[in-house]
Antibody, heavy 119, light 106 residues
Framework: EVQLVESGGGLKEPGGSLRLSCTAS????????VNWVRQAPGKGLKWVAS????????DYADSVKGRFTISRDTSDNIIYLQMTSLRADDTALYYC????????????WGRGTMVTVSS | YEVTQPRSVSVSPGQTASISCSGH??????VSWYQQRPGQSPVLVIF???KRPSGIPERFSGSNSGNTATLTISETQAMDEGDYYC??????????FGGGTTLTVL
C-alpha cells in the first residue's frame, strides 16, 4: 500500500524541541517535493514547510521561519521536521504531504502526528 | 496573499453544491481543492483548477477565473459531507489554504 506515515509527535513544554518524521512506504520520495501542513484542533489547514526534490531548496511559513527545519534522507525515504523553540500556538496535528510532479498540488497525505505544546 | 471561502454551505441530497474561493487575481494561479471528511486526512479532489485525480468521481468539477475559483459537486450525496479547502501557490507565503468550507447535506 502506498502511504506516508508521520511519527515523533508528543507533549512538550514551551521552548522545547521535537523532531517529526515522515516515512514513505510503497513509493519513493526521491522524485517528489514534500511538505508539512498542520491543523490546530478545530481549525483549518496551514502550510508549514516544503523541501524540493533535491533537498537544496527549503521554504517556510513566516510563523515557523528560524525555528523549524525541514530535511530529507533520500536513502531512507524519510522527511524530517526539526522543531525548536516550541510555542503553545504550534499545537496541532502535523501532516506530511507529497507534491505532484508538477508540483502544483499535494496528492498524498499521511494520517498526521499530534504535537501538543503546554506547560 | 490570502484566499477566502464561505464558512458553510448546505445542500439537499441530489442537488448541486458550489463552494467559492476568492483571492486577488486568483484566476492567474492554479487552484487545488481538498476534501477532508470528519476524523480523516485531506484528499485531493481537483488540481490545476479543473482536473480530477484518478478515483475522484466526475461529480466533482472546478473552475477558476478572475478573482474566484469554484468547486462544484453535482448530485451531492451524504458521503460528500465534510470540510473543503482551496489551495493556491504564491511567492509569499509559498502555499496558501483557504479557511475551509463545511459542506452539509441535509
Amino acid at each position: 500500500e502506498v502511504q506516508l506515515v508521520e511519527s515523533g509527535g508528543g507533549l512538550k513544554e514551551p521552548g522545547g524541541s521535537l523532531r517529526l518524521s515522515c516515512t514513505a512506504s510503497g513509493l519513493s520520495l526521491s522524485n517528489s517535493a514534500v511538505n508539512w501542513v498542520r491543523q490546530a484542533p478545530g481549525k483549518g489547514l496551514k502550510w508549514v514547510a516544503s523541501i524540493s526534490i533535491t533537498g537544496t531548496n527549503e521554504d517556510y511559513a513566516d510563523s515557523v521561519k528560524g525555528r523549524f527545519t525541514i530535511s530529507r534522507d533520500t536513502s531512507d525515504n524519510i522527511i524530517y521536521l526539526q522543531m525548536t523553540s516550541l510555542r503553545a500556538d504550534d499545537t496541532a496535528l502535523y501532516y506530511c504531504a507529497k507534491s505532484r510532479r508538477a508540483p502544483d498540488a499535494f496528492d498524498l497525505w499521511g494520517r498526521g502526528t499530534m504535537v501538543t505544546v503546554s506547560s | 496573499y490570502e484566499v477566502t471561502q464561505p464558512r458553510s454551505v448546505s445542500v439537499s441530497p441530489g442537488q448541486t453544491a458550489s463552494i467559492s474561493c476568492s483571492g486577488h487575481k486568483l484566476g492567474d494561479k492554479y487552484v487545488s481543492w481538498y476534501q477532508q471528511r470528519p476524523g480523516q486526512s485531506p484528499v485531493l479532489v481537483i488540481f490545476q483548477d479543473v482536473k480530477r485525480p484518478s478515483g475522484i468521481p466526475e461529480r466533482f468539477s472546478g473552475s477558476n477565473s478572475g478573482n474566484t475559483a469554484t468547486l462544484t459537486i453535482s448530485e451531492t450525496q451524504a458521503m460528500d459531507e465534510g470540510d473543503y479547502y482551496c489551495q493556491a501557490w504564491d511567492t509569499t507565503p509559498n502555499w496558501v489554504f483557504g479557511g475551509g468550507t463545511t459542506l452539509t447535506v441535509l
